[in-house]
């Protein structure tokens, strides 16, 4: 089909702009505009008799009325894709971005995907061991599963899932990390892609960049960029890709600026109304498809707007993703490391991904006593800070010393220490042993005298 | 001349020239046929919602009508089926398209190939009725009625001599040349009439003690199951899906995750049914639009639920049907709302969100059906209030229309007591409906017994509240029996392990015996405490932990008469000592 050039541009208001006289443009068609020599790329988002409106990933600060053509490209935005980008750093677009030049596509696709087809999943089941107990052990994470991390400002999410994703690792298969940054500090981009350097964790990897200072707008594109890739090497090539995009909470900002300049009802907050479909169209494309080797586990990261698991961001993520891993502020400033609030956060295929023949027999039940008992120590704690802990009874006591040990031995990690699943599940039962031993009422006869008495 | 597209927003489209399409027509959009309804109509224009994705859809395209509302096709091939929520089945779409979903996709709702055994019933010279059986299809699990379709009757004129059809045979002709078919043609958004309503007078069996037990449903009954995530909406619905006692189970995973969809498709086919040994797939059809497939089909998906629910109602049966969630529906509501620049209501939701509530659990009941029958829809849809926080729209408007109201919590999910349903907050306003059905059926005291269990809960609600302030220990002796009792009662009944073998399924004799187990050790624990006796022997630990274990390590209701014995020789020794 010809290209057709456009001139008339009506209107410029924020990251949109407005072209009339259109003919023949189709909905979330590609356009290129071009203004005083330099190109941007923006998509239709609206159409009309003779009247397009497109949202420009670049911006329009420096566009003029008369001097700005548009191009129509006739196809949806797309991104090239090839087993080069090993190792290769892209902006949010998915350009290379690392100056080692242009990469010779293989493929291009619309980097907005599909729906996968629930008939042709295949239900996760198999565990990633992170190193982490508290994860491990009571949040496992699942292959194939969106497990997001419930952060705030100033807690080391960035360097928890440095550690998780240097850690992870799977039975068979080859395994890679696909990294998108969106709306990150440099700082935070430079650490946590230097981390991966100096491991040697680089050519494992691939990253998509748009920083603190990039286009807001292109934003919206970042984790698409990321995810298609990563779909690419999973379902094409066969690679267990494991997909870190931070920070969503960038994300859910743009999509709340470019409504607002669309001039859109907003509901909660701001937001639009349709950004709980509109994160499904991320968060859904992790997976497992039937008959295809490898598999996309997601682990975005968000960060709380005041630390409230109620806002917007966190509970619509909440109600798509399989599970959540929250940060405390608490636990941080008493210097735990990693700061995991383990009562609210959950990881929903857990159930079926533990136990015989994936982690160990006895995992299900004590994961269950840990919950059940360190719910408990939280009730001590808030009885012990009214009456004093010497009037507790000596049960209470010994929850408050379980609570101690649970934190500081069980949750406690150094940043490098990688311990199997054995280690911990071994730990557990060891932190256990705090307690009398009818307060272990989750975990069968059989499971005590097996693991908590044979040392 | 044919209507055409002028303005593409998302999955709301406008079309000119659009005089010969009809209110909530279906439609099919551009070039690639893509599947629309109308919702509006203004002056020749059309505003049309289309559930599927509009990328590439250009203007002046054109858009066709169907002439017929947006409807299922009703007939044998539905069960253990999966639909997208226009009845697509996904099957056929995988089969199409691969692993992801393609568009424009037309796909037979019903296996066009099947040969299905059918027995005629009707003679030539026979009378029908509308909603009057023609004939039978064994199907799976279950007797498939044909039914005459609403607004037909007439004399039979042709009577087809084959015992196997396809669903596109003829099996009879009326003498005014109506075909009497394999399947029957409904609009989704239009109930199916029955001949009158029946009382709500017998309960859904769940085999889940807190709901059976504390807060029963009856069949044709409504419930709302609202909850934060994480406090286990979607594990009570699979829990329901699995084990109610009802003929015909419709879920609907409406916005809902691709992997949940996934592990249904899996488990559902192992599973058997506890009353008819016959793997649950056998009885369960599935609608699953996922959270990231088209807003609208989303929208659409809890009505091609309900109207499937009905058709199955009106054969005799009693259906449940679960939607998870209906906050989820609401939402597409509001977002298309919201593309038609609606003035909105509440937090954005249009003003029409209370009444389509209503009008969606509206279509629950127990009715006696057009041909003399007795059938039943029982309508359970989970919420997902944000923030966990019950006061929001969805929720508020959907406690109005339902008379079931399981209310799920946050710190009962955090401290793992699964189902997380908290006993205070809840209701169901059918305990006093079903206490004649329980009083014959299960054992004469059942309310009785129900009414002394919630009450120690209630008084241990008020008493947790000075624990929380000064502890346990200043609880006169009296007291800490409630405290205790209450515990054993949450652990010991009001947990259940939906992963447990044995305890995932309770039935109703074994639920009323552990309730009797429990009040009788209380009254008789009492009496030794007003005699002084020390709290610690009274609730000796060997004895509180049996107690607590006893829906896992006894397996029915004769095998408690064990544990009956074993308290009864704790409290003879007691006896023994304070006699002294």
């Known amino acids: 089909m010809a290209v057709v050039e456009y001139t008339g541009v009506s209107s410029l208001r924020g990251p949109l702009l407005v072209v009339e006289g259109v003919k023949g443009a189709s909905y979330d068609e590609l356009v290129e505009i071009e203004s005083s020599g330099k190109t941007r790329v923006g998509k239709v988002i609206m159409l009309e008799e003779g009247r397009a409106v497109v949202q420009v990933f670049e911006g329009t600060a420096d566009l003029d009325l008369p001097g700005t053509k548009v191009r129509f490209l006739g196809k949806p935005l797309e991104m090239g894709l090839s087993p080069d980008m090993l190792g290769r750093v892209f902006d949010g677009l998915g350009r290379p971005r690392d100056g080692l030049g242009d990469m010779i596509a293989k493929e291009k696709r619309d980097i907005n995907g599909s729906p996968i087809n629930p008939v042709s999943r295949v239900y996760p089941r198999n565990f990633i061991q992170t190193g982490i107990s508290a994860i491990d052990g009571m949040m496992t994470l699942i292959r194939g599963q969106k497990l997001p991390i419930f952060s705030g400002d100033g807690l080391p999410h960035n360097e928890l899932a440095v550690q998780i994703s240097r850690q992870a690792t799977i039975k068979e298969g080859e395994f890679l990390v696909v990294f998108a940054a969106i709306g990150l500090r440099n700082t935070d981009a430079e650490y946590i892609l230097n981390s991966f350097e100096e491991t040697g964790a680089m050519k ?231 307690l009398p031993e009818e307060e272990i009422t989750r975990v069968s006869k059989e499971e005590i005298e097996k693991y908590m008495k044979k040392r | 001349m044919s209507a055409k597209i002028i303005k593409i927003n998302g999955p709301v489209v406008i079309a000119d020239n659009a005089e010969n399409l009809k209110m909530n027509e279906m439609v099919k959009v551009g070039k690639n046929k893509l599947v629309g309804e109308v919702i509006g109509l203004d002056r020749g224009k059309a505003t049309i919602q289309v559930y599927e994705e509009t990328s590439g859809l250009k203007i002046y395209e054109e858009v066709e009508g169907t002439g017929r509302l947006l409807s299922v096709i009703l007939g044998p091939g539905m069960i253990g089926n999966i639909y997208d929520g226009i009845q697509r089945p996904l099957s056929e779409l995988e089969r199409v398209g691969g692993a992801f979903i393609p568009r424009g996709v037309e796909a037979s709702p019903l296996p066009k190939d099947t040969k299905w055994k059918v027995k005629l019933l009707k003679e030539i010279g026979d009378e029908v009725r509308e909603g009057e059986v023609y004939a039978e299809v064994q199907e799976r699990g279950i007797v498939h009625k044909l039914m005459v379709p609403i607004g037909v009757s007439g004399k039979i004129a042709k009577k087809s001599d084959k015992e196997e059809f396809t669903i596109d045979d003829v099996l009879y002709v009326l003498e005014d040349g109506t075909k009497l078919g394999m399947y029957q043609i409904w609009p989704v958004r239009i109930p199916r009439p029955s001949k009158k309503k029946l009382p709500p007078k017998i309960p859904l069996i769940t085999g889940q003690r807190v709901l059976d037990t504390f807060f029963p449903i009856s069949k044709g009954g409504t419930a709302a199951i609202p909850g934060g995530f994480g406090t286990g909406k979607t594990i009570l619905q699979h829990q329901l899906a699995k084990w109610a006692d009802a003929d015909i189970i419709v879920y609907i995973g409406c916005g809902e995750r691709g992997n949940e969809m996934t592990e249904v498709l899996t488990e559902f086919p192992d599973l058997m049914d506890p009353k008819t040994g016959k793997p649950l797939m056998d009885r369960t059809i599935l609608i699953a639009n996922t959270s990231n497939m088209p807003v609208s089909a989303r929208e659409a998906s809890i009505y091609t639920g309900i109207t499937i629910a009905e058709y199955f109602r009106d054969m005799g049966y009693s259906v449940a049907i679960m939607a998870d969630s209906t906050s989820r529906w609401a939402e597409a509501l509001r977002e298309l709302s919201g593309r038609l620049e609606e003035i909105p209501a509440e937090e954005g939701y249009p003003a029409y969100l209370s009444s389509r509530i209503a009008a969606f659990y509206e279509r629950a009941g127990r009715v006696q059906t057009l041909s003399g029958e007795e059938g039943s829809v029982t309508v359970i849809g989970a919420v997902s209030p944000p923030g966990g926080d019950f006061s929001e729209p969805v929720t508020t408007h959907t406690k109005r229309y339902v008379k079931c109201f399981w209310a799920l919590d946050k710190s009962l999910a955090y401290a793992r007591h699964y189902p997380a349903i908290n006993w205070n907050t809840s209701y169901s306003g059918y305990v006093e409906d079903l206490k004649i059905w329980y009083s014959e059926t299960v054992d004469k005291n059942w309310y009785e017994y129900r009414r002394r269990a919630m009450e120690l809960l209630a008084e241990d609600g008020k008493l947790q509240e000075i624990i929380k302030i000064m502890g346990e220990d200043v609880l006169p002796d009296m007291q800490k029996l409630v405290v205790g009792i209450a515990r054993i009662i949450k652990v010991g009944l009001l947990q259940q392990n939906a992963y447990s073998e044995v305890d995932s399924f309770c039935p109703l004799d074994k639920q009323f015996k552990m309730l009797k187990i429990v009040v009788d050790f209380y009254d008789r624990a009492r009496k030794f405490v007003e005699m002084n006796a020390a709290l610690s022997e009274v609730l000796k630990g060997s004895v509180v932990s049996k107690l607590m274990r006893m829906k896992e390590d006894y397996k029915t209701a004769k095998d408690l008469e064990e544990l009956e014995k074993e308290i009864e020789k704790h409290f003879e020794e007691l006896e023994k000592v304070y006699k002294e």
């Open chain 1, 204 to 434: 494992n990897i691939v990253a998509f960049l748009n920083l603190a200072s990039d286009p807001v707008v292109e934003r919206i594109a970042t984790p698409r960029a990321a995810l298609t890739t990563a779909e690419y090497f999973a379902f094409d090539l066969g690679y267990h890709v494991l997909v870190i995009m931070s920070d969503m909470t960038n994300y859910c900002e743009a999509l709340r600026e470019i409504s607002n300049y669309r001039g859109e009802i907003p509901s909660r907050k701001g937001y639009p109304g349709y950004m709980y479909s509109d994160l499904a169209t991320i968060y859904e494309r992790a997976g497992i498809i039937k008959g295809r080797e490898g598999s996309v586990t997601q682990l975005p990261i968000l960060t709380m707007p005041n630390n409230d698991i109620t806002h917007p961001i966190p509970d619509l993520t909440g109600y798509i993703t399989e599970g959540q891993i929250v940060l405390s502020r608490d636990l941080h400033m008493r210097g735990i490391y990693p700061p995991i609030n383990v009562l609210s956060s959950l990881s929903r295929l857990m159930k079926d991904g533990i136990g015989k023949g994936y982690t160990r027999e006895d995992h299900p039940h004590l994961s269950g006593q840990l919950f059940a008992s360190y719910s408990r120590v939280q009730d001590v704690r808030a009885l012990a800070s009214i009456i004093g802990e010497e009037e507790l009874t000596d049960i209470d006591k010994a929850y408050l010393k379980f609570g101690e040990d649970f934190e500081r031995r069980f949750l406690s990690q150094g940043r490098d220490e990688n311990r199997n699943i054995e280690e911990t599940l071994d730990l557990a039962w060891d932190i256990l042993r705090d």
